[in-house]
């Protein structure tokens, strides 16, 4: 009886340094993400918050006397920021929906069945693998307004010779084009997948009810890919967010500001003008920016999944 | 009677549409190539056949511009630097990242979820917050043009990537496997290599090479955190494509252009049944 009581009083530390040694296990799987993460992601994100409220400290070379918010009302003045965001803005507007219907619809073509069919999808991941940094460079050689064989084609059809780079309209719609083309075969490929997944006894239901082409689409298979083009839609928004490669290679901003995106307009202050605590402050306020409508959008494509 | 011949009219006119939806997707799939084959193509011209009206197709195709730009020690260089970096963050990150999916999707741990969720997050974050203070600490601790500050700093958005991919890949596998042999006498570590590592190799090796191509294409973080010695090729073709002093040189942009991209279309290629999967996943669950 007593050597029982032992056995057991002798267990329990055991067993408890058992679930311990078991919960470092456990946290050791996630221990590695979270340190690395929190010193290189969210130790900057501080860091930067920090600078925006200082003033920049150039002999030091980092975050000086405590200032408020002189940086962010100095920012919110310049009518360069506002400039920027406006930019970025009528990008994200025109290329967000643009690629997202376009690529649903070329994914509706290349889906058709024949023996070529893999193949073509196979070839529509190379445009999304070409650097964008890349896409730019060859993008400018082909609108090049005199050598480029774009305008060369279009003379053909009475138009230009187009002044892609040195029209502010045309300079905007360069860079919708390129981006376009760089990130439409990734929402393809997206949907081609989707595409495929929709289960075929509806449609043959609906071509039994007599339903047409066009109401067969928008009765049918837009309700069932609503969820899939939502999450398309913010995946492709928090990569459209951070544009900047396409822009530096292509337009450099120009011309005047007509194509400096709110990236590359910090990047120059921060790198260029040396105005780190500017910088920070925009940055800081991007990110709020961009945290609260990717909340947003998050929180409407799942009430969308909801309504459908 | 009349029913035979009113599908006969139906089955011919879907046909026709389907012929013009091959048609069609052929047409688009051209068109988005064609930049690509541009691109190629002028990288083996010489000078004189690039600056053409009408643009030429046919030219006696020359190494010069090739030759003449891996010679210059800068782009060799660059090479180099850009495998390093991709490989050195690709790893990183598909270790560090596969671990944390593994305890997202496998492992009950109070709290995991909440790091889970702002690691997603932290998508949302415009890397230009990250690189101010990334140069600055840089700067103050003499890390600025290594290769290890620009791996680490490519695993700031490589591990939420390749965690969320994992995550979903081992959710996929069924539980049992682990189960069994934990209770064959196994570890935690040891069930994760003995059983589930083996199984996912193709997943893990997927998600390796899309890692590393996306810390091959990185341009703002290397453009700030290098200058010379840990410089990669992106930032070449940026100041290429940005030289408005000399002109546009077409030769070199098309021919450092064509080096950076071929290496990664032929990996991309290789992947793409697992590339198609994983994107449409991400698109469903993540």
């Known amino acids: ?12 530390p055991a067993r408890r340094r058992g679930r311990i040694g078991d919960l470092l296990v456990r946290w050791s799987f996630m221990v590695p993400a979270i340190l690395l993460l929190s010193v290189m992601l969210a130790y900057p994100i501080f860091y930067t918050i920090d600078i925006s409220f200082s003033r920049f400290d150039i002999s030091s070379f980092g975050a000086g006397e405590w200032v408020g918010w002189e940086n962010y009302i100095e920012v919110m003045d310049d009518y360069r920021f506002w400039e920027s965001l406006k930019v970025t803005m009528i990008y994200l507007v025109i290329a967000l929906p643009l690629q997202v219907v376009l ?5 509706f073509l290349i889906n058709a069945e024949w ?3 893999g193949l073509i999808r196979a070839l529509f991941i190379i445009p999304m693998v070409v650097a964008p940094v890349v896409a730019g460079g060859m993008w400018r050689m082909i609108l090049d307004p005199l050598w480029g064989i774009l305008n060369y084609w279009l003379g053909f059809i009475g138009i230009g010779p187009l002044d892609w780079f040195g029209d502010p309209t045309l300079a905007m719609a360069a860079v919708i084009i390129i981006d376009t083309w760089r990130w439409t075969p990734f929402i393809v490929l997206i949907a081609t997948a989707a595409l495929l997944a929709l289960p075929k006894d509806v449609f043959e239901a609906a071509k039994i009810d007599g339903a047409n082409w066009w109401s067969t689409l928008w009765s049918v298979a837009v309700p069932l890919l609503v969820p899939v083009i939502a999450a398309t839609f913010v995946i492709r928004w928090l990569g459209a967010v951070k544009m900047f490669d396409i ?3 292509a337009t450099y901003g120009g011309p005047g500001k007509a194509t400096n995106v709110i990236n590359l307009f910090i990047y120059e202050e921060a790198f260029r003008s040396l105005r780190f605590a500017e910088s920070a402050a925009m940055a800081v306020i991007v990110l709020i920016v961009t945290m609260v409508l990717t909340g947003l ?12 | 009677m009349s029913t035979p011949i009113s599908s006969t009219a139906h089955r011919t006119r879907t046909s026709t549409s389907h012929r013009l939806r091959v048609m069609g997707g052929i047409a688009v799939s051209i068109l988005f190539l064609f930049p690509i084959y541009w691109m190629v193509l002028t990288s083996f011209k010489q000078q004189v056949d690039i600056f053409t009206t009408p643009p030429k197709f046919l030219f006696i195709p020359t190494l010069e511009t090739y030759i003449e730009y891996m010679q210059r020690a800068d782009i060799t260089r660059r090479l180099v630097n850009t495998i390093i970096v991709a490989t050195g963050s690709g790893l990183l990150s598909i270790v560090v990242g596969a671990m944390a999916g593994y305890a997202l999707a496998r492992i009950r741990i109070r709290g995991a979820a909440t790091f889970g969720l702002l690691i997603l997050l932290s998508r949302g974050v415009p890397p230009i917050a990250l690189a101010v203070p990334m140069f600055l600490v ?3 601790l003499g890390l600025t043009d290594k290769h290890i500050t620009l791996i680490l700093a490519y695993s700031t958005f490589l591990i939420p990537y390749v965690m969320w991919l994992m995550r979903s890949f081992f959710l996929s596998l069924p539980r049992e496997l682990e189960e069994s042999a934990m209770i064959d006498g196994c570890s935690r570590y040891g069930a994760l290599f003995k059983i589930i590592i083996p199984i996912s ?7 390796l090479i899309f890692s ?12 700030v955190l290098t200058n010379r010695h840990a410089s990669t090729i992106p930032v070449a073709i940026a100041g290429i494509a940005g030289d408005t002093v000399n002109g546009a040189n077409w030769g070199a942009l098309t021919a450092v252009g064509t080096i950076t991209v071929v290496p990664v279309v032929i990996f991309a290629l290789l992947v793409q049944k697992w590339l198609i999967t994983g994107l449409a996943e991400g698109a469903t669950k993540g």
């Open chain 1, 1 to 12: 009886m007593s050597a029982e009581l032992a056995k057991q009083t002798q267990a329990t």
């Open chain 1, 103 to 107: 690529g649903f619809s070329i994914a």
């Open chain 1, 115 to 117: 023996a070529g069919r």
């Open chain 1, 247 to 249: 822009v530096l290679a």
């Open chain 1, 297 to 308: 959008f998050l929180y409407g494509s799942r009430k969308l999944e909801e309504l459908f």
């Open chain 2, 138 to 140: 840089a700067r103050k």
């Open chain 2, 201 to 207: 190799l193709p997943g893990l090796l997927s998600t």
């Open chain 2, 212 to 223: 590393m191509i996306l810390a091959w294409e990185e341009l703002l973080f290397a453009l």
